[in-house]
T-cell receptor
Framework: GAVVSQHPSRVICKSGTSVKIECRSL??????MFWYRQFPKQSLMLMAT?????????EQGVEKDKFLINHASLTLSTLTVTSAHPEDSSFYIC????????????FGPGTRLTVL | AQTVTQSQPEMSVQEAETVTLSCTYD???????LFWYKQPPSRQMILVIR??????QNATENRFSVNFQKAAKSFSLKISDSQLGDAAMYFC?????????????FGQGTRLTINP
């Protein structure tokens, strides 16, 4: 149980285009989902916290107009990187917190974004 | 704000031996969770072990155990009988138990190599 999927696993896009990444909790309801960014050989950096049905809370320094987050249902959150540039190339990871659980986040397998 | 520090960027151990990964944290809170996550080459984050601060007993999960020293704000991970599959990045993480607190604070990570 407690499986989180991400799609796509890898995406390559041209500079200036937008890319959408999906995060799904497959076998549980997630009231809260989190989006992280991870640079090579570094730790996870929290970008935003997404609660179902409400606006995401962004961490300091993260552009909310650049990284659009939607959490429309208890099993799906999306991250859209708008007008992507090469510096947005990174590994993006989502996690979900189970509705009836208070302490454990389950992570998706990540999405590698490459912007040319 | 809480911080988590992993002072060992890299560690190596001989297969079947025991290794201890260090983690210290800084907080003014009295109630919180501590976690160890493993990130193998696949990049999938996997929960290894969890400790609740109000519990004095150290958490154990098969070959994995922690040494939780609340006064010293130390939370080390011991891996016994190391196996090749244990090779990964290991991240220590903190989460407050205050109502509404949701995000994990990660350490910088320790890369563990298992020598056959």
């Amino acid at each position: 149980g407690a499986v989180v999927s991400q799609h796509p696993s890898r995406v390559i896009c041209k500079s200036g285009t937008s890319v959408k990444i999906e995060c799904r909790s497959l076998d549980f309801q997630a009231t809260t989902m989190f989006w992280y960014r991870q640079f090579p050989k570094q730790s996870l950096m929290l970008m935003a916290t997404s609660n179902e049905g409400s606006k995401a809370t962004y961490e300091q320094g993260v552009e909310k107009d650049k990284f659009l987050i939607n959490h429309a249902s208890l099993t799906l959150s999306t991250l859209t990187v708008t007008s992507a540039h090469p510096e947005d190339s990174s590994f993006y990871i989502c996690s979900a917190r189970q509705r009836l659980s208070t302490d454990t986040q389950y992570f998706g397998p990540g999405t590698r974004l490459t912007v040319l | 704000a809480q911080t988590v520090t992993q002072s060992q960027p890299e560690m190596s151990v001989q297969e079947a031996e025991t290794v201890t990964l260090s983690c210290t944290y800084d907080t003014s809170e009295s109630d919180y969770y501590l976690f160890w996550y493993k990130q193998p080459p696949s990049r999938q984050m996997i929960l290894v072990i969890r400790q609740e601060a109000y519990k004095q007993q150290n958490a154990t999960e098969n070959r994995f155990s922690v040494n939780f020293q609340k006064a010293a704000k130390s939370f080390s991970l011991k891996i016994s009988d190391s196996q090749l599959g244990d090779a990964a990045m290991y991240f220590c993480a903190y989460r407050s138990r205050f109502q509404g607190a949701q995000k994990l604070v990660f350490g910088q990570g320790t890369r563990l190599t298992i020598n056959p």
